[in-house]
């Protein structure tokens, strides 16, 4: 089975890292515009597999997208990373086109493939894609907020002092600081409610930390974060890959899911080899009601600027 990755900047070469790893697939392409990244990137990669002992095959290729031919998913990570200070708002005009062309090349070779982008800002990409490629909706899925719902996690773990595979929670609606909306009644310690653990006052502070993780992240690096992202998308093709049929938070295209029409943004899914197998419409709160449409209507107006 085969994975190939368009981009091989810390993200992309993050995600061929994490998935060579777990031996996910038999065989990894990345790939990159730039002369010498993707071939350098992969022969370091190459050069720790005796240390850890995993043996993924991995190619690299400088625009060639024959190479890509037949892979089962295709993770998209191309495009201008976010700067400190930077909206992923204000990359649109510079990553659609970078998109654009990416999709139309890619699905010449692999025209069965699932797809996964990662370049922000992510749910107008994701739409983008969906748009360039002409591919079933269930085709096209955006990381985004398995990433959001992650990082959900870790502030909920800090604040708790408990391990952090220990908490379950979820973070819907889009992949930006303003259109997340973390969800409180979801949030669980081995099953309890946080909010039973948690005063208001706290849980509130873990939801502003996780609103803005993205953005602490960029400006402690000066770019935006790899390693996190690359996990998420790890997760999200291992389950396409292997069929795990498991839930989780990505931006997808809805048509009348939640009330919502026209737009990709980050819900429930059933993922699976073939894609997005079934959205969960989970009952919301009035109040989490309203921060859904507030944040699907903020993603339209992005969505006119391409």
């Not at 208001?200 to 992202?229: C, D, H, Q, R």
């Not at 048509?255 to 080899?273: L, M, S, W």
């Not at 507030?294 to 391409?306: D, M, R």
Request: charged share 20%; proline share 4%.
């Amino acid at each position: 089975m085969k994975v190939s990755i368009i981009g091989a900047g810390n993200v992309g070469a993050t995600c061929a890292q994490f998935i060579a790893m777990k031996g996910i697939v038999s065989e990894i392409v990345l790939l990159d515009i730039a002369e010498g990244l993707a071939a350098g990137k992969a022969m370091d990669l190459a050069q720790s597999m005796p240390a850890l002992g995993f043996d993924t095959l991995i190619y690299p290729e400088v625009d060639d997208y024959s190479k890509t031919a037949n892979s089962e998913v295709i993770v998209v990570t191309s495009g201008q990373p976010r700067k400190p200070g930077m909206s992923r708002e204000e990359l649109v005009a510079v990553n659609v086109s970078i998109v654009e062309s990416v999709i139309k090349n890619a699905i010449k070779f692999s025209p069965k493939a699932v797809f996964v982008i990662v370049t922000n800002p992510l749910d107008t990409m994701t739409l983008v894609a969906l748009k360039a490629s002409g591919l079933p909706k269930n085709k096209i899925i955006g990381m985004g907020t398995i990433l959001d719902s992650n990082r959900f996690r870790y502030f909920l773990s800090k604040k708790l002092q408990k391990p952090i595979n220990e908490i379950e929670a979820m973070v819907i609606g889009g992949h930006g600081d303003t259109t997340m909306i973390p969800i409180k009644e979801l949030a669980t310690y081995k099953g309890i409610p946080i909010s039973e653990i948690l005063t208001n006052e706290a849980f509130e502070e873990v939801i502003k930390e996780t609103m803005v993780g993205g953005a602490t992240l960029t400006k402690l690096l000066g770019t935006s974060a790899w390693y996190g992202p690359g996990a998420a998308v790890t997760e999200l093709v291992d389950t396409i890959v292997n069929d795990k049929k498991k839930l989780m938070p990505n931006s997808v295209y809805l048509q009348g899911e939640f009330g919502i029409d026209g737009v990709c943004i980050g819900v429930p899914c059933i993922i699976g080899k073939h894609g997005v197998e079934g959205i969960l419409e989970i009952k919301l709160s009035d109040s989490d009601k309203i921060k859904f449409i507030n944040s699907a209507n903020a993603i339209k107006e992005v969505n006119g600027l391409i």
